[in-house]
């Protein structure tokens, strides 16, 4: 229903209409990429559906607005292997052409999520993942540190001599943070990250489909690290 393509995917569109004859409203809450994210839950007239992967835990969500919420573990929650599913039972059964066993999501419901063997070391640790979020004051407190660690580095980004972020500042990720030489230093974009990586930073290039640098942090990225990667942008740029 709506693309920022003509801008590089750097804003989430605005002001469109989802048609009334449309079966659901599909949307990826937050893109790894291009570092947006939509952190509200969208009013729709149509069942709504999501792909959480890769924010889900970092705010509080209205499950009841949703027919469908699912997300890979591996970004907040656990190893890859396991997905989460959050659907309700009336958004079941309805399509009436067929669908294999394994998609169905009756299948899994029915055998308790057990219709073939479960990856016990992820679902454990899930387990375990999920009681350190209550016991850290719950997903408020996560989102609380999401924010703080995000602002720390967008903060470095804006003020920033060298750096330029890459996405509108009202849709930024607070998951994805993109960033990218500006353009009189762009020659300096390898340097940077051999710098990065004689500090012990690694995984700051980003994406192979656009470039430039992307730090991704996560749940389980503690402030100390993003901090540790402001002071690293910081010597850069005083080098330079
Ligand atoms: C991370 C992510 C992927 C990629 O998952 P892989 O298991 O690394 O292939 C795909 N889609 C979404 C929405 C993601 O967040």
Redesign the pocket.
Known sequence: VASSKEANFSYIPKGYTVPDDVDYFHF?S?N?IYGTEMRFDPDVNVPLVA?M??DIFSRPIDVSKYNVIYA?A??NLAP?GVTIVIVKEEALGHVDRAIPTMLDYRTHIKKGSMFNTPPCLPIYSALQTLKYYKEMGGIKEMEKRDLEKAAILYDAIDSSKIFVGTAAHEDRSIMNVCFVMKEEYKDLESEFIEFASSQGMVGIKGHRSVGGFRASIYNAMPKLSVEALVATMKEFEKKH
């Open positions: 990826t937050n790894t792909d992967s890769s890979g591996q970004k890859a």
